[in-house]
């Protein structure tokens, strides 16, 4: 079950691909990031609530109160948090340091992971990670330049530290929760905390006036809702550190979704950077020596 839990995984990164698109049309439309990061959260949020409405209203929405807290605390800092961490690493760095930065996240979990949950640190899972990084790295250079800023990189490595949190908290509420309501009410906690930062009323407002609308539902489900629903479906069945670095996938979907979205141009060391990511995802679902699979 472990292999086939893979695929979720990926499917989940090639929906987080488009989030720069959906992000840079509401941008260009006047959207600030608090208003985006609002909608998106919003949106993701009443897609999941109406997804266990049809599918287990009965049980669907039932988390013991212990968990509850949990879930705020997952949708505040690894959502909300997280968000804002990122964008500020772009404003001050740029996005390609700003990218690589947050992919530091694969570190974290698996560090965290061994602390936590006495997960293994394997020679494989260490050369995977290595090989993912540089392949971060080069999937992220861009012809322009590229600039450092001491507050943007402490921004940059808190994102990854943000969003590796995920993981290690997702980990924890699978055992007793189901994957569509968890992610529902970490979407949800994180709506909630993003309107102190973002008025919903003026966010409404500017979606109908500026006709975004239909993006900002299309991001909340495809980009929210659906991505991370798969990508918690499929941490159930592996292990954190693994999903962590297949999640690095996303950074080569956003660079194919961004060449045939607006025509941004590859170099050559941009595509050895993917192979290397997908060399990595390869490494980690290939068995050596006389382990054997007994999923």
């Avoid at 086939?4 to 995984?9: D, R």
Wanted: glycine share 6%.
């Amino acid at each position: 079950m472990k292999k086939a839990a893979v695929i979720p995984i990926v499917l989940a990164t090639v929906f987080w691909g488009f989030i720069g698109y959906f992000s840079t049309t509401m941008s260009e439309a006047g959207m600030s990031v608090p208003q985006r990061l609002s909608a998106r959260m919003t949106f993701a949020a009443l897609a999941l609530a109406f997804a266990i409405l049809v599918t287990n209203p009965k049980k669907g929405f039932r988390v013991s109160l212990p968990d509850l807290g949990k879930l705020f605390l997952c949708g505040t800092i690894t959502l909300t948090v997280n968000n804002m961490f990122y964008f500020n690493a772009i404003e001050l760095c740029g996005m390609s340091v700003a990218a690589v930065l947050m992919y530091t996240s694969p570190i974290f979990v698996m560090i965290m992971s061994a602390l936590v949950y006495k997960e293994k640190i394997t020679l494989q899972k260490m050369t995977a990670l290595v090989v993912t990084f540089v392949g971060c790295a080069l999937v992220s250079i861009s012809n322009s330049r590229m600039s450092a800023d001491i507050v943007g990189i402490g921004c940059g490595i808190a994102s990854g530290f943000t969003y590796a949190l995920y993981s290690i908290f997702a980990t924890d509420l699978l055992k007793r929760n189901g994957s569509t309501t968890i992610v529902m009410y970490t979407y949800l906690s994180a709506a909630v905390s993003s309107y102190f930062i973002a008025n919903p009323i003026e966010t409404a407002k500017i979606l109908i006036e500026k006709d975004m609308l239909i993006y900002a539902i299309l991001f909340g489900i495809i980009c929210s809702a659906l991505a991370h629903g798969l990508y918690s479906f499929g941490m159930k069945y592996t292990e954190p550190s693994l999903a962590a670095i297949l999640a690095t996938l996303e950074l080569v979907m956003a660079s194919i979704v961004g060449f045939f979205a607006y025509g941004q141009f590859l170099a050559w060391y941009n595509y050895i950077g993917i192979v290397l990511v997908m060399a990595s995802v390869v490494l980690l679902n290939v068995k050596f020596g006389k382990a054997k699979s007994k999923e």
